[in-house]
Each structure stands twice: as C-alpha cells, then as structure tokens.
C-alpha cells in the first residue's frame, strides 16, 4: 500500500491556503497520526506551506524518523507549546491556525507567548476534521476488517452467558479475543450490562453475575490497523416475554429506519428522526435517551454527530454507527448498534452479524 | 468504607474561597470522579458555595442518582457548555473559575458566551490536582493493591517469552491476566518490546517475533478500583554480555539512588538528578532520553512530573514513579520502573517484584 499521507497533507494545504493561514498547529494525535504516520503520544504537528514539521521529545525521535516520511523533526526544548511558539517565531509565521476544540486554553496562552505578537492566532475548528470524515478506499478497507472482527468477538461471547458469569469476566474475554484477532485493544472500555444494569447506556463491567431472565447487553469494539469499530447486541436469558419481544422488535425497527434513512446528501438529523419516529409509533421515544449515532474511523466518536436538528450532510466515504436504544430504569435496557459506511450510490453496513433478537 | 467525596468537596471549598470564586467548573472526568464518585464519560461539575450539581445528559442520569450523594444533577438540554453557561447565568455567578489546562478555546468561548457578560471567567488551574496528588489513606490501599496486580502480572509475563512469540502475543496475555486479576483494564497501551524496539521508549506492540539475545521491555500498568499503577522491567533472552549486564547495572544504581532521594520536602527536580547523574557517572546520561518519573493515582499521568528543574516538592501521599532508562537505537533499551510512595517519615515501594536482570 503506497503511504497516503503525503496526499492528506496536500489536501489539507489546500484547506489551509484557502483559509488564508501561514501555517496550522495540530494538538491532536489522531490528526498527526492521519497527517504523517507518526504514532507517539506527544508532539505538535505544525503545516505550512506544503511542509510538515513535528515538534517532538527525545522519548519519540527515533519513532518519528522510522515512521514518517518528507516530515521534519524538531526536538522539544522546554515544553511543547513553547517549541512550537518559538518554531513559529522564527519562521515570521503571520498567521497561525489552531483547532479551538483541541486546543486547551492554557496551551493557546502559551503559544501566543512564544510565538510573540506578530503572530495572528485564528481558529481553524474541524479542518482535518473535515478530510478525516471522508474515508478513503484503504481505509474503508480496514474499517470492514476492524467491524467484522467486532462482530466475530461479539458472536463468540454469546456462548458465555451462562447464568452466574460476571459481567467484567465476559468484557475480559471479549478483550483477549479481540487482542488474539489482532487489535491493538478495544476502541473503548467494553460495556458487559446484565439485568437491570443494561438500563445503564455506558455501564461499566462489575462484578455481578447473570441471572436468568435478564437482559445482556454487549457493546464493544477493536481498534484494528489504527481503525475502530463499534456494535452492540442485546440477548435475553431464557424466553423473552411479549412485551420485551415488542420492545426489541421496536428497537430493531427504528435501527433498520435509520440505516434506509443513510445516504449520501441526507442531514444527520433527518437520519436520527427517521429512529425516532418508530420508537415514537410505539410510545417508546421518551426512552431514547441518547443519539442515533456518530462517526467512526480513527477515533471511536468522530465528526459528524447523528442527533437531532444536526445539519451536516452525508458524504460518500462517511462512516456512522446506528444505535437506537431504549432505557427501562429498574428493568433493563436494549440497544442494536451497527456501522454504516456511506457511499455515492449506495450505503454498506460494515458489521456482519445478525440482528434478530437471542434468547439463550 | 465510608464516602471520601464530600470531604474533598469541603477542601475544594476552601481553595475555592481562598480564591475569591463563586464557583469552580470542573470538564476532567477524573476531577469529576474523584470530588463525586460519578464514573460517567461526559459531564461538567460545578462547586459552588458548598454545593455540586452534576450536568450531563440523559444516558448518564441514573448514573448520577445511583453513584453520588449530595450532589444535585440538571439535564442537559443543547451542548454541555451551553447548559452549563446558562446555569451559572441564573445562579448570577460573578467569578467563574476553570482549569486552563483542561478547558478547550472553543469550551470556554460557548461558558462565555452562555453565562453572559457579567459572569468573569478566572485561570484556576491545578486546584483539584492539588488534592488529588496528596491520597488519602484509603487511596493508597488501592494503590498499593493496583501495584501489587501489576508487578504479579508482570511477573506471570516472563514464562511467555520464548523464542518465537509476538509481542502483540505477550501484551494480550498480560492484558488478559490483568483483567482476570480485577483489573477494569490496562492503564495505559502495554509495552512489550523485543530486540532494537525496546530502544523506543513508547514502542507499541507489533507482530514481531522474540529471538535469542534480544532485550525484552515490558512496561505496564492496571486500572483497580479506579486506581492505576506502572511497572517496567528489563529482560534478556540469552547470557547477557558483559556490556549489558554493566548498562543494566548502570540503570538499576540510577533508580536505586532515585527512589533514596525521594522523601517529603525534596523537590522533583532533586529526585530527577538523583538518577541523572549516576548514568552521568557510567557516561550514559546522554542515552536517558526522558524524566525520571511522574504522579500517579486515578491517572496514569499526574501530577507531579519529575523532570530537570522542577521545583514542585514532594508530599505524604504523593505516588510517584521512578522509572529512568537508556536507549540505544538499533541494539535496544533497558528501562526499570517502580512506583513510590511519600509518607511522612519514610518512603514505601508499591511495586513488589524483584528488580535485578532476568536472563532467560
């Protein structure tokens, strides 16, 4: 695979001439990984005029070297935001980009410091942001492989539900099948919710055991080749009563809405109404406490959000979870996640497992 | 064990006085947990006059209601920083104050701009990080429990490591063993890095195969009971030579003199020197290419940094890492890491496993 990175960072500099900026500094590791390859934790990536510099400490020099390629290295002397004020200076950069949701405001005081008054500090939200959402053919790519591991790992815990498992027993055996399938971890700490605790959306495993006659809900996804994924199933323990029968068909129903509703050109909004309006047909709305979904790629919660009134419009190359839920304090929760990726004539989902309620 | 979280909230009250604020907003989840007990992922807290109310949204509230007491919660109703500005405007707040550190440009301009012209927004950084790097007793039992799983882990580790075996093999198993210990998950990406990786200080685990006379890093840390802990150990996979037993020895005189200097009253700087200069003594002071140590607690990184020239002194019931190291690119790297405690009299190390080189 030829390195695309070289192509980002020019995509990106157009973005930056049209914004009129010298330069743009970038905080966030998920943008300097995406711009150069460069997998440490700590460094400042500075664009300008079609050259990448990374400002970086000794810990990550030979890391940057063996990772990257036509980016220049500066090492760190005093702290990072110093190096780069100071970079910046040196260079007469006049007007300086920065990403104010990523930039701390103590980092942004430090910059300006360093860098001196002729440098114009401007706010420059989202720009790689913007190039990140629309995934490329070798990264959508991975995103397939990364989904489809989810969902093996997820297949192969069902078995385990086994009535006096604990919660945080399963969430570790997830985690070691995703690692053996070849993660570097999960892409978020692994919900394992059992019984009244599935009414939690974001439980975290504990130490309870599954009784009979509970909801489980599973959530969990791997980071695969820098990529995530994101599902989640929900299973009944025993024979589903009606109601909860109705209550997953409800659910389901919504999911499958909101996943005809993705296509290129529709508002994010107009896909988290078209779950809405379901559940809303079953008098179950008020317990969908949350979005219908988000972004994904190299980071679990990307650009853009799936919620009410949003604005932004599908593009091919975006992927989004779906993931209606509905919450029943005190009796349990179900929730049916699946990742779609959009493309120009049709959508994709990514996530291969079936979507029918289990009972065990 | 009763509840610690309101009398942090007293102490925090107190700094918040001295500091002439009405109200402190509080957007680190780890502050949030640790002055609450609230372990949910989105938030924002706000102390004021003796009084905390929780905000976040709908996922979360029974969340709320279940792990914290005394603590009022208001939904979210638009962006957190929105509900969070309108609520200080109606409380008529006049001195708001923030973590510049962890408060984003785009953050504080949305509480500026919610809370309105009469709310003043004031730079108080570091307020709950005060309190947080002085543990209590109660702290430092997890801790040391924290401490105790990762050096057992890590020591169930080295049996894996025979010719042929992948990193990504090894960390999946110490990840694995980890949570089976209790653990709610690794601290920090495992390191386990084989021949010329280990001389990455930060490598991340790759499918690369372990061979005779090669170093082995592993450095790893687990998550128990909120509570993290960091251990390192250097391993050689054959008969050392001569010159690697003497860098060895070289990197163990450094954190042996490094953990003698730690004591209450030092400052951190001192403790960084301490190591430094017993490298400097082998001329290897040149190839120990970052600080000696950090705090350590609900983070993997807290306060205090232990790094050249840091004038912080330590407290009874600071936790802190003495972890120096040499790296030599293209033949690899040694690193030894314990985690320390400051008491009042004496210092205790939390880390239990022997710290001499393992030769396999």
Redesign the interface.
Known sequence: MSSPFKARRKALNQLISHAKLDALVITHPANWYYLTGF???SGVLIVSHGAATLIT???????VRQETTFVRLVGQKGSLMESTGRLLREKAVKRAG?D??????????LLRKAAGSRTKWI?A?GMVGTLRARKEPSELARMRQAAILAGDVLAAAIPLLKPGVME?EV??EI??QM??G?A???AF?TIVAFGERS???????TAKRLRKNEFVVLDLGAILAHYCSDITRTVYVGRAPARVKQWYRAVLEAQNAAIAAVRAGVTCGDVDTAARQVLAGYKLDRLF??STGHGLGLEVHEDPRLARGQKTRLEPGFVVTIEPGI?M?GVGGIRIEDDVAVHAGNTEVLTRIPRDLIEL
């Open positions: 997998t440490g934790e400490d000794g810990r990550f020099s030979t890391q920065f104010s949701a990523q930039t701390s405001v103590a980092q942004l005081n706010s939200a945080n969430a570790a985690e070691y690692r053996k070849g570097s971890g999960p700490e009414a939690l959306p974001h439980a975290r495993p406490t949350h919450y304090a």
